[in-house]
């Protein structure tokens, strides 16, 4: 990680909200989603708040490193329909050793539809991969008992 990951760096993202995106769309992998209105899902909007983050930390970034979400607290106060345009605005506001904290919002055509606070770490690719070989190593499958 680059001393130049500092806080009071921003970027903003911009993109049209697809069906894809909304709330139904998620019912294939989550059913109960299937009957809901068809609006901006939650789970995308967070989702375009943390490509938004990890956007911004990119260039600042060595070589063989990423970053992973490890808590999102962040309101979803509007709905937005299809075809509306999204945009996420988000701030670093500190950097404790690889950990960054963030203030983010989110907006459609209409104005604000959410806003709070994210925090990712900085990975190194291949002790992350290995931890995930390894804890899948240890995964249960439907038994309760390591498989």
């Given amino acids: 990680m680059r001393d130049t990951l500092i806080p009071g760096l921003r970027h903003e993202s911009r993109t049209i909200v697809t069906p894809a995106m909304l ?16 609006v901006l899902a939650t789970a995308m909007m967070v989702g375009f708040v943390e490509a938004t983050c990890i956007d ?33 605005e988000v701030e670093v506001e500190t950097v404790a050793g690889r950990i960054l904290s963030f203030r983010v919002r989110a907006f459609d055509s209409a104005g604000p539809i959410g806003e709070g606070t994210h925090r990712r770490a900085v990975i190194c690719m291949s002790r992350f991969s290995e931890k995930i070989v390894e804890r899948a190593g240890t ?7 390591p498989t």
Avoid: W, Y
């Fill in 23 to 38: 709330v139904p769309a998620l019912a294939g992998q989550l059913p109960p989603f299937a009957d809901m209105p068809a």
């Fill in 56 to 88: 911004l930390m990119r260039p600042h970034l060595d070589e063989g490193e990423h970053s992973v979400g490890i808590h999102i607290d962040m309101s979803h106060a509007a709905p937005t329909s299809a075809g509306s345009d999204l945009r996420a």
């Fill in 139 to 145: 995964a249960t499958v439907g038994t309760g008992r």
